[in-house]
């Protein structure tokens, strides 16, 4: 099995720095790797990506006679990798936060050039649900949002416009693992709109205050009609801080809104996302 006979217990070498070199943008393009991170990301990565990744790195106890991996959750890990013939390096719990705080004492690194998904690599169903997200900033939400995406089942994620990269290591490890089960995709304002147009799909809006000619439909009232809720469609959100600007809001075909019965002043994306989306998922699965 591939697995290393020797211990990485030097924090300092360089094999050690390259790895850690990954949470930096500059690192991750320089050589075309990312970082995934702790027990569940890692899990399903090599679950359901193994094509994808390079190395596994995992602690193990430092006693000097028969080191063992610290915990049998990180050696099914391990035993799984093998199926795929994954490379395996033991190393000592200072190499492993040397590289990552978070790593939980295990890490993998990944091909960021195989997790590369293009509109030519999509294969859509009749009627698919997207979930756009226009110039989301925040990793800790980007990761959130591609999870929820998940759980609803949508046919693939994009980020629209100037987006935070989804291989940063915050948005990996936020997505709990969801970043290997769902395409996601980059494209600039107007691509998305022609893509869109060209698959007869719906965009709508996930929007608050819709423009002063155009207000949003409540979301129960949507979910009332189910004719419109069994079309193919896009839902697009917006930037954490600024929502979606009216002319994007004019380029759509509804704006819809989230209604809020209580005295919160709003919702914050993450969980807008998994409302709409997770509610449009039920109402067209209640009609199949």
């Not at 929820?148 to 990996?172: E, H, R, S």
């Not at 980059?186 to 809006?205: C, I, N, P, Q």
């Not at 949003?216 to 419109?228: G, H, I, K, R, T």
């Amino acid at each position: 099995m591939p697995i290393n006979a020797q211990i990485l217990d030097n924090p300092k070498s360089d094999r050690v720095r390259r790895i850690a070199d990954l949470t930096r943008a500059k690192g991750r393009e320089r050589s075309g790797r990312f970082l995934i991170e702790g027990p569940q990301t890692v899990r399903e990565a090599v679950t359901w990506r193994p094509d994808i990744v390079q190395d596994l790195y995992v602690e193990v106890s430092q006693a000097l006679e028969h080191p063992r991996i610290i915990s049998s959750t990180l050696e099914k890990i391990v035993e799984q990798s093998q199926d795929a013939t994954i490379y395996v390096h033991r190393c000592t719990g200072e190499v492993i936060r040397q590289i990552s705080k978070d790593a939980q004492g295990i890490l993998a690194v990944g091909n960021a050039r195989a997790m590369h998904t293009g509109p030519e690599d999509l294969e859509l169903g009749e009627q698919p649900q997207i979930a756009a997200f226009w110039q989301v900033r925040d990793p800790g939400n980007a990761g959130t949002v591609i999870r929820a995406a998940d759980a609803a089942g949508c046919d693939a994620v994009i980020f629209v416009d100037d987006c935070v990269d989804a291989l940063n290591p915050k948005v990996v490890r936020s997505t709990v693992g969801s970043l290997f089960h769902i395409p996601v995709l980059r494209m600039g304002t107007g691509e998305f709109f022609g893509w869109t147009a060209a698959h007869k799909l719906d965009v709508w809006a996930a929007d608050v205050y819709g423009t002063e000619q155009r207000k949003p439909e409540s979301l129960p009232q949507v979910l009332a009609n189910a004719d419109s809720v069994a079309s193919g469609k896009a839902v697009l959100f917006g930037n954490e801080a600024r929502g979606l600007e009216p002319g994007i809001l004019e380029r759509c075909d509804r704006i819809v809104s989230i209604p809020i019965y209580g005295k919160a002043e709003s919702l914050n994306l993450g969980t807008s996302a998994a409302v709409m989306l997770l509610s449009l998922a039920m109402a067209g699965r209640e009609m199949i």
